[in-house]
């Protein structure tokens, strides 16, 4: 599961706003609004929430579980590859 914490940190690194997460991920602003307020894990329907984590990944963004191996250890949000980063020259 991910936290609502990781979701707006996932948004930040993207800099986008909730509407266009909205729209890339194919739910309702209202979704993703309630998916943020949520206090913890993200709650919500299962098939919005799977929506939600692929839109961010098509873009690059690596949402990691207590249960992922970082060097650091933790949830967390990053980018998936260096070359993803916003205003990387081609």
């Given at each position: 599961m991910i936290t609502a914490s990781q979701l707006r940190a996932a948004r930040a690194l993207l800099d986008i706003d909730q509407k266009t997460l909205a729209e890339m991920a194919s739910v309702s602003?209202?979704?993703?609004?309630?998916?943020?307020?949520?206090?913890?894990?993200v709650r919500g329907v299962v098939?919005?929430?799977?929506?939600?984590?692929?839109?961010?990944?098509?873009?690059?963004?690596?949402?990691?579980?207590?249960?992922?191996?970082?060097?650091?250890?933790?949830?967390?949000?990053?980018?998936?590859?260096?070359?993803t980063l916003p205003g990387k020259p081609d």
């Open positions: 602003l209202p979704t993703i609004q309630r998916m943020e307020a949520s206090q913890g894990n098939d919005s929430l799977m929506k939600v984590i692929n839109a961010l990944n098509r873009a690059g963004v690596e949402l990691l579980s207590e249960h992922v191996r970082s060097n650091d250890g933790g949830r967390g949000v990053r980018f998936r590859h260096p070359d």
